[in-house]
């Protein structure tokens, strides 16, 4: 298994401002994901962040609006740039863990924009 | 596409009772299938993966079970207890070289004590 922290747990940002989340793995791992869940809804795939590639997006998400990093192996920030009111949502990181390939979340930060 | 179901939306047992949710995928390509427990407001915990090649995996008092030809799966809680009360995901694996989930929407278990 792993161990994921995220940073902030949960913040309330105005509009037109941005944030950027931090998730951190207790091991060395290739993929990471980030979701995205608004309120009452399932998880949302944003994208995908390999080590020493570019994140990938998937439809409805550009670079511009959530950028994100990926510097080493344990560690990824996304941002949510220019925020709006549609963006609160919990936002979630997650691993894969190589052989069975199961994924691992961390505890998702919350985030409120008013 | 892939799309997944999950049936019913919520549910209502008393302490003590067995059940099953259920979770349906439109593509059965899929590399293996992941079975979530979400907390309000929490994030998610993984309670079972079943590879594709496999029928059934069990933990303690959980069991999920995948029959890929006709796109299912399901989730058994036996002698169900109120800490159980939480919404369970479904999620299936695309599969090699993406790996990503598509998930359904859950059903929200409440256990009456």
């Known amino acids: 298994s792993a161990v994921i922290s995220q940073k902030p747990s949960r913040d309330i940002c105005q509009r037109g401002t941005s944030l950027t989340i931090q998730c951190q793995v207790d091991s060395q791992v290739t993929m990471m994901f980030w979701y995205r869940q608004q309120p009452g809804q399932s998880l949302t795939l944003i994208a995908t962040?390999?080590?020493?590639?570019?994140?990938?997006?998937e439809s409805g998400f550009v670079i511009d609006k959530f950028p994100i990093s990926r510097p080493n192996l344990t560690f990824s920030t996304l941002t949510v740039s220019n925020m709006s009111p549609e963006d609160s949502s919990i936002y979630l990181c997650?691993?894969?863990?190589?052989?069975?390939?199961?994924?691992?979340f961390g505890p998702g930060t919350r985030l409120t924009v008013t | 596409k892939q799309e997944v179901t999950q049936i019913p939306a919520a549910l209502s047992v008393p302490e003590g009772e067995n059940l099953v949710l259920n979770c349906s995928f439109t593509d059965s390509a899929i590399y293996n299938l992941q079975w979530f427990r979400q907390d309000p407001g929490k994030g998610l915990t993984s309670l079972l993966l079943?590879?594709?090649?496999?029928r059934e995996q069990t933990s303690g008092r959980l069991n999920a079970s995948l029959d890929k030809s006709s796109g299912r799966s399901t989730l058994y809680i036996a002698a169900s207890q109120p800490g159980d009360s939480a919404t369970y995901l479904c999620?299936?694996?695309?599969?090699?070289?993406?790996?990503?989930?598509?998930f359904g929407k859950g059903t929200k278990l409440s256990v009456i004590p």
């Open positions: 997650s691993v894969l863990l190589e052989a069975p390939y199961e994924q691992y």
């Open positions: 079943i590879q594709s090649s496999q």
């Open positions: 999620a299936s694996c695309s599969g090699a070289g993406s790996y990503q989930l598509t």
């Open positions: 962040a390999n080590q020493g590639s570019e994140a990938t997006y």
